[in-house]
């Protein structure tokens, strides 16, 4: 079983890269969030993988940490999740705050990304809320937590944002800002700090 490549990135490709292991060439399928903090073709490279085994296939998907494997290993163990399956979740989302809402219970974030219907969101809330909290940052804001910041979210997501992206501006917003803002305020500034207000 493989459980890490310590080589050099040979070439990227929209799900994965080659990597360079002592002249031999791993394809290993990866995450967008993942792939964003990999080095430069050619310089060396060190990931951690997952390495699936079937009668008719060996695939190697790989993480940039130790935590993103073991979570994407704890992911694959809800019946209905495959490997190319969490692969898919974990693209739209980084794994943090994937763990974060599984563990608050934020059914409307899991059920708004592509791959997880109700019914799943609801499993996985069930089977993983008390095994992921380890994955999960304290800080993490949680929809549902404040009824403006639940608006906001919801607004900015029918407007085609990335979850990821609307989280990120709102979590920015709410640490910056001492004072309790309107939904109307948080959706201009969460605008404003996403490129298009």
């Known amino acids: ?7 050099f990135l040979w070439g990227r490709k929209d799900d994965g890269i080659i990597i360079d292991v002592g002249g031999v060439g791993y394809q ?5 969030p993942a792939m964003r903090e990999l080095p430069p073709v050619g310089e060396p490279l060190f990931i951690h993988v997952y390495h699936h085994i079937r009668e008719d296939e060996s695939t190697l998907f790989g993480f940039a940490s130790e935590g993103g494997r073991d979570f994407f290993v704890t992911l694959i163990s809800v019946s209905g999740i495959g ?3 969490a692969l898919k979740i974990l693209d739209q989302a980084a794994f943090q705050d994937i763990a974060s809402a599984i563990a608050h219970g934020d059914l409307a974030f899991l059920s708004s990304l592509s791959g997880i219907g109700k019914k799943t969101a609801e499993r996985l809330i ?6 992921v ?19 906001a ?3 900015l997501r029918n407007l085609q944002f990335p979850v990821a992206h609307i989280r990120e501006a709102l979590a920015e917003i709410m640490r910056d800002s001492a004072e309790k803002l309107s939904t109307e305020e948080l959706i201009r500034r969460a605008l404003r700090f996403m490129g298009k207000g």
């Open 1 to 7: 079983m493989i459980t890490f490549l310590n080589g």
């Open 28 to 32: 290993v399928f990866m995450a967008e």
């Open 83 to 85: 490997p190319r399956g």
């Open 126 to 131: 069930v089977e993983l809320r008390e095994k």
């Open 133 to 151: 909290t380890e994955y999960a940052p304290e800080e993490s804001m949680r929809e549902g937590e404040d009824k403006a910041m639940a608006e």
């Open 153 to 155: 979210l919801e607004a």
